[in-house]
DNA sequence: AAACGTTAGTTTTAATTGAACTAATATAAA
DNA sequence: TTTATATTAGTTCAATTAAAACTAACGTTT
């Protein structure tokens, strides 16, 4: 049966997402981090201007949780505080260079991807790829 | 620049995948368990005849530590104890359905990528993807 | 007696909290 | 304008809670 085949292509496309994502996250060192606190830095990654006040109502924690959530984050490199320059009681909570990489690991992933794609295949193959990803 | 129509090809196979995901864990009712519980389904999966003891050895823990981890996946549907039929001592640890089910989650959801596939390309595009995604 | 798993109770560890605190700001009366 | 008062943002710290794992003792089967 054809599906057999399909099977094997979907596996190979997706075994090549995994070893993007899995060579990106070791370079990151992304294995210090806990499931939490990837979710965390996403959370981080796509708020504005989060402050702690805010972090702790969007987590439904305490502030004091937050400062200890923070805290860990800040060691592991992932996170730090800039002061607001206007209200100096205000502290922003920023994602380090780090911390937005491993935020957007799958993002990297799927350009590393795209990268082997455009390495690879040919200006046809390349349209042909994408005519029939459209289709799905 | 052409890589940003491969990259919105990736991220829309990519896309499906995640939905059939989401889907069928969903359907399993898969958030009611813990990251280390999928852990454990996965191991119990891959095991043959798995006991007590060896589970204890695999997870480097002590049995009655074991034993709590079970009790709590029983409680969950996803595990059941079988006594061996020819010494009573010995318990396997069994995937229920619903548990193995979870357990292959990532091979259910591209199972289910490729029906898709099937259902919506005809046969030369699928011959042409087949061969497309063989060259990466 | 030895092996397999369970039960009961304890230890350990991490996460969370309430309460008190510092620092900065806002409000408004003197 | 200055000064007193109250409020807000985040921190520190001691205490609690909850989960996970352990030891020791036990029942059952071989």
Known sequence: MKKKLIYEAVKKFNSLGHECNLEI???LGM???QVNQLHYLKIIDRTDDMTFGKFAEILKVTKPSVTEIVNK???LNVV???QCTWDKRIFYIKLTE?????A???????QKVVDIIAG???DEEIDTFI???KKL
């Open 25 to 27: 996250s070791d370079k």
């Open 31 to 33: 294995s210090e981090l």
């Open 73 to 75: 984050l800040i060691k």
């Open 80 to 82: 730090k505080k800039k």
């Open 98 to 102: 780090k911390g937005r990489n491993i």
């Open 104 to 110: 957007r690991l799958p993002f990297l992933a799927e």
């Open 120 to 122: 690879v295949l040919d």
């Open 131 to 133: 005519k029939i990803i």
